[in-house]
């Protein structure tokens, strides 16, 4: 693995940096006030390539590496600490380049290509109102019905509901095959007749929605399956490690835009005639949050090399290596930046707590990435305990 970067990776950060000052950073508080990500940015996102990057350039990706792509999720961290416009740019990168790898020619012809010139969403479904991890208890159905499939059921705590159902698109659909003993993976277009669509107030990422969709036997014709009837499981496992990985990375910018601006502070800001960062109680704290982030930062870097190394190719020989680094970045990506937003936002004292810092956009939309989007802390645990100990040592086995 070479740590330094190419140049062409190194112009690309720089660019998207770029970016994440001039646009991002202006719009964080209205995205975050106003819910949504106004247009001119997801048509910079689009015009950079920075929408689904992974997807081959014959379907309007760039076919970018999963270490370019890791690289422009940490900048897009660090450029809207809300998270939104991360989220949107990990869900487009993992779940367009799952399409990419397994859906059927005519799917990946009419749907990719908007999903990179930003003019429609897509988005994973999972989870439901029962439960997200324990998919033995899915609900939601696809069964064979003439030439596609009918779907029924619920999906809850959804990104980017109301976007695909304002923008056009859909998200990919984790359903119990009635025909097999297996799973379906399916594209479920939003606007497709039979859907209904709720959104839930979070408490952060306001800037994309979630909610919930429930399909009431809606129709998906048969090309929208990706793979092979029964094996969805195993599809979507594999789009979760690939979205997992850029998640991971948007925190670690997250995290050093969070330091960045405590470090700066505690240069300037005087308390007893000297300035804060003098103190060794806070220049310790910093120096910790640092290590931390270092050290997180490579773990994430090194998944990302593993994935273009194995997942990306379609090679899964290496499967338990790469579920374990991915899932370990996972597990400690999101406490890291949540820490560290936390701690700088003490430094502030009062003025920490006030929305004029600005830091609390960070502590909130990294919550989300700690309660459960695309896997909650004990799921990672649980993949590691899997991976270290074997099946028969998981807690349901």
């Known amino acids: 693995m070479e740590f330094d970067l190419t140049d062409e990776e190194r112009a690309f950060q720089e660019a998207v940096r770029r970016f994440g000052d001039k646009v991002l950073r202006p719009n964080e508080r209205r995205i975050d006030s106003e819910g949504r990500i106004p247009k001119e940015v997801l048509d910079e996102m689009a015009r950079l390539g920075l929408l689904a990057m992974p997807v081959p350039t014959e379907y309007g990706g760039m076919g970018a590496s999963a270490v370019l792509t890791e690289i422009a999720a940490e900048e897009i961290g660090r450029g809207d600490l809300s998270m939104a416009t991360a989220v949107f740019f990990l869900l487009e990168a993992g779940w367009g380049w799952a399409l990419s790898r397994h859906g059927t020619e005519d799917a990946k012809r009419e749907i990719l290509p908007p999903v990179c010139q930003g003019s429609t969403f897509l988005g994973i479904a999972t989870t439901e109102p029962t439960g997200g ?13 003439g030439e596609g499939f009918t779907v029924r059921g619920e999906k809850a705590f959804l990104s980017g ?7 056009g698109g859909g998200h990919l659909t984790l359903t119990k095959s009635t025909d097999s003993d297996g799973f379906n993976f399916l594209y479920v277009p939003t606007s497709a ?13 306001m800037g994309i929605s979630t909610g919930a969709i429930t399909y009431a036997d809606t129709k998906v014709p048969a090309r929208y399956l990706l793979g092979e009837e029964g094996r969805g499981f195993g599809y979507a496992v594999e789009g979760f490690t690939v979205a997992r990985t850029f998640v991971s990375a948007a925190c670690v910018g997250a995290a050093e835009r969070a330091l960045e601006v405590g470090l700066e502070y505690i240069r300037q800001r005087p308390a007893f005639g000297q300035p804060l960062g003098k103190f060794e109680g806070i220049q310790f704290e910093a120096v910790d949050l640092y290590t931390q982030i270092e050290a997180v930062k490579w773990q994430c870097r090194r998944a990302a090399w593993l994935l273009d190394r194995y997942t990306l190719r379609g090679d899964d020989s290496h499967r338990s290596e790469v579920a374990k680094a991915v899932a370990a970045v996972k597990l400690t990506a999101p406490p890291v930046a949540f820490e560290t937003v936390k701690r700088v936002m003490m430094w502030f004292g009062a003025a920490g707590y006030t929305k004029d810092v600005g830091l609390e956009l960070g502590l909130r939309g990294v919550m989300s990435y700690m309660v459960g989007a695309e896997g909650g802390l004990n799921v990672m645990r649980m ?4 991976e270290l100990l074997g099946k028969e040592f998981l807690p349901y086995s």
């Not at 991890?133 to 019905?145: G, I, V």
């Not at 993949?383 to 899997?386: A, V």
């Open 383 to 386: 993949i590691l305990g899997r």
């Open 133 to 145: 991890s324990d998919l033995a208890r899915m609900r939601t159905t696809s069964r064979r019905d």
């Open 161 to 167: 509901v109301e976007e695909a159902r304002t923008m």
């Open 193 to 205: 007749p039979g859907n209904t669509t709720q959104r839930f107030q979070n408490m952060g990422r």
